[in-house]
Structures are given as structure tokens and as C-alpha cells.
């Protein structure tokens, strides 16, 4: 199956500072890339989804000031925490789609990040 | 609302078992059925479905969509330790609708 990385894969952080985190698409073209966050034993919460070149839609309740996304190229999302506060620590996994009717149309997710906001 | 219900919600089987894992499924634009196993980390792709009736097959796991029923069964035979996670079932609904919906997943344990 295609390949998602993302970086880093741990952080550690001071409250108050802003931690950037990056999702590649390794080996296909992701139009649209999903940002997710999954607390000890809950389910996958969507964030956000963003489409290649336009403003990322946020899901109800996610600030979007806060997690600022940026869907720059077919192959690179990031997610950047701003002013991190410890309940922002978390488990944040990004997620990569190809083109409808491509065979990356399956969506592939990133290893996740660890954040932990001390 | 599109809506994937996953049953049992845990399982706990010894090692050699055979397992089957139910989705069903309310969805208005039907486009895909994924199904991921997820351990520590983020899901690993396991199996898309989009035509019924046909079985996808990866060494001891296996899973078929019923479209009729709307539902989909994962299969694991000759289960080992290394088989235990959470199964997540995921609905693609398509059309204005690009998100994964996903089930509540079925927490497999298998003991030696």
C-alpha cells in the first residue's frame, strides 16, 4: 500500500510554544489529507480536512486559530499547534487520499505524533 | 448522517481460533468499505471493499462486503498474539462527503 510519513514522531514541548508537525504522502499525489487526534482508549476524532492549494474545513469545535493547517503541495501537510497548552498533548495522526477513481483513493494513515505539552 | 456500527465491541479468543468481525452500515452515497487494524500507533490499511459479493484475501485475513445488507464481515483464521488490536471498520460515503466514518472498533485479544 502507498506510504504516509509523518514527523516527528515524539515531542515534548513547553506550554505556550507552537509545534509544527509534518504528513508526506511518499509514493502518490494526496489531494486531500486529513488531520485526526485520538485520546488513550477513544476513537479517531477528526479535525480537519484540507484539499491541496485551498483553506482547510475544520470539524465543529476544532479552533481553527489554533490548529493552523497548511496543505501546500499534492505531497505535504502540516499542522501546527499554536501556544500549546497540556491539553493539547494528544495523539495526532494525519491521513492521506489520492484522486477519486485512482487506486489511492484508499485512505492511508500517517504513524501519528505524540505530543506531550508540559 | 452516515452511520458504521461495529460488533462485538471486544473479543478475546486463544491463539489458533478462527474470529469474524461484523460492520454494518446506513450511508446515503455508498463508495467504499475500509477496514484497518490499529495496535499502538495510527491504523494500518487492511482491505477496501467496493463491489459486493467479492472477497478480499491478505494471508490469514480476509473480508467481504454485502451491499444488499449493508454489511461486511472481516475474517482472521488461525488467529496468533500478534492479531490482537482494535479492528476499525470505515465507511467512504463519497459525493460532498469526503470523510471517513468510522465504527466504534472491535477490540481482539488473543492469548497464547
Known amino acids: 500500500g502507498a506510504v504516509v510519513s509523518q514527523h516527528p514522531s515524539w515531542v515534548i514541548c513547553k506550554s505556550g510554544t507552537s509545534v509544527k508537525i509534518e504528513c508526506r504522502s511518499l509514493?502518490?499525489?494526496?489531494?486531500?489529507m486529513f488531520w485526526y487526534r485520538q485520546f488513550p482508549k477513544q476513537s479517531l476524532m477528526l479535525m480537519a480536512t484540507s484539499n491541496e492549494g485551498s483553506k482547510a474545513t475544520y470539524e465543529q469545535g476544532v479552533e481553527k486559530d489554533k490548529f493552523l493547517i497548511n496543505h501546500a503541495s499534492l505531497t505535504l501537510s502540516t499542522l501546527t499547534v499554536t501556544s500549546a497548552h497540556p491539553e493539547d498533548s494528544s495523539f495526532y495522526i494525519c491521513?492521506?487520499?489520492?484522486?477519486?477513481?485512482?487506486?489511492?483513493?484508499?485512505?492511508?494513515f500517517g504513524p501519528g505524533t505524540r505530543l506531550l505539552v508540559l | 448522517e452516515d452511520k458504521v456500527v461495529q460488533s462485538p465491541l471486544s473479543l478475546v479468543v486463544h491463539e489458533g481460533d478462527t474470529v469474524t468481525l461484523n460492520c454494518s452500515y446506513e450511508?446515503?452515497?455508498?463508495?467504499?468499505l475500509l477496514w484497518y487494524k490499529q495496535e499502538k500507533k495510527a491504523p494500518t490499511f487492511l482491505f477496501m471493499l467496493?463491489?459486493?459479493?467479492i472477497e478480499k484475501k491478505s494471508g490469514r485475513l480476509s473480508s467481504i462486503l454485502d451491499k444488499k445488507e449493508l454489511s461486511s464481515i472481516l475474517n482472521i483464521t488461525a488467529t496468533q498474539t500478534g492479531d490482537s488490536a482494535i479492528y476499525l471498520c470505515a465507511l467512504f460515503g463519497g459525493g460532498s462527503n469526503y470523510k471517513l466514518t468510522f465504527g466504534k472498533g472491535t477490540l481482539l485479544t488473543v492469548n497464547p
Open positions: 467496493t463491489s459486493s459479493g
Open positions: 450511508v446515503t452515497n455508498f463508495r467504499s
Open positions: 491521513s492521506a487520499r489520492g484522486a477519486a477513481g485512482d487506486a489511492q483513493e484508499t485512505q492511508y
Open positions: 509514493d502518490f499525489q494526496a489531494t486531500t
